[in-house]
Structures are given as C-alpha cells and as structure tokens.
Nanobody, 127 residues
Framework: VQLQASGGGLVQPGGSLRVSCAYSGFTKAYYVLGWFRQAPGKEREWISS????????YYADSVKGRFTISRDNAENTVSLQMNSLKPEDTAVYYCAAIVSVFIIMMVSTTPSEYQYWGQGTQVTVSS
C-alpha cells in the first residue's frame, strides 16, 4: 500500500490550491481516503474524508464550504481543492487511508484509525 501526496506550495490569502494523493495497493478493498493537516506545535487535525462505498464526503467545520474532496477512480487519486485559503490553513497536509475487507459504514476522524499515510506536503498561506 502506498500513498504519495503532491501539490503543496505557497499561496496568498484568499487564493486556491489543489493537493493530490496517488494511492495504490488496495483498490479492490473497501476504503476511506482522508486528508489531515498538522501545523507547527499543534496536533494532527482531520480535514476531510471520502468513502469508497458510496462516494460520500465529510468535512471539518473549519474547512466546510471552502475545501472539496474528490476521487478519480481511473487514476487512483484523491484530491483536495482548497479555496478561500487563510493563513491559519498553513500546515503540512497528509493523505491517509483506512482499508478493510468489510464495508466501512462510519468514516473516522481519528488519525490513529488510519492505517496508511502519505509523506505530507507543505501548504503555506501568506502574503
């Protein structure tokens, strides 16, 4: 199982950025793909997840209405489109996955329940 995040960078407040994560090794199982972020001195924070079962998506209140998670089944990628970025969105962004042979009914927001992680990509929002 591998996850490879990409697309971070520097953007001005109010701007947009898209981060993506290529995944492999579990496409025939049931899985949840999630995005987390971690700012310096802070705990890792759940942002958004999407469930392979039905494509349902979930967002933290802090990003709801600004961020959109999407999945490309053909390319095996999950992306996070981030609009109206704020300085407080600055963090290292990680993609992660929960993989199971059973249908996953509830999407977790707890980092420890995600078994697989990408390497993280830096997003900096600053003027």
């Amino acid at each position: 199982v591998q996850l490879q995040a990409s697309g971070g960078g520097l953007v001005q407040p109010g701007g947009s950025l898209r981060v993506s994560c290529a995944y492999s090794g579990f496409t025939k199982a049931y899985y949840v793909l999630g995005w987390f972020r971690q700012a310096p001195g802070k705990e890792r924070e759940w942002i958004s997840s999407i469930n392979s079962r039905d494509g349902s998506s979930y967002y933290a209140d802090s990003v709801k209405g600004r961020f959109t998670i999407s999945r490309d089944n053909a390319e095996n990628t999950v992306s996070l489109q981030m609009n109206s970025l704020k300085p407080e969105d600055t963090a290292v962004y990680y993609c992660a996955a929960i993989v199971s042979v059973f249908i996953i009914m509830m999407v977790s927001t707890t980092p420890s329940e995600y078994q697989y992680w990408g390497q993280g990509t830096q997003v900096t929002v600053s003027s």
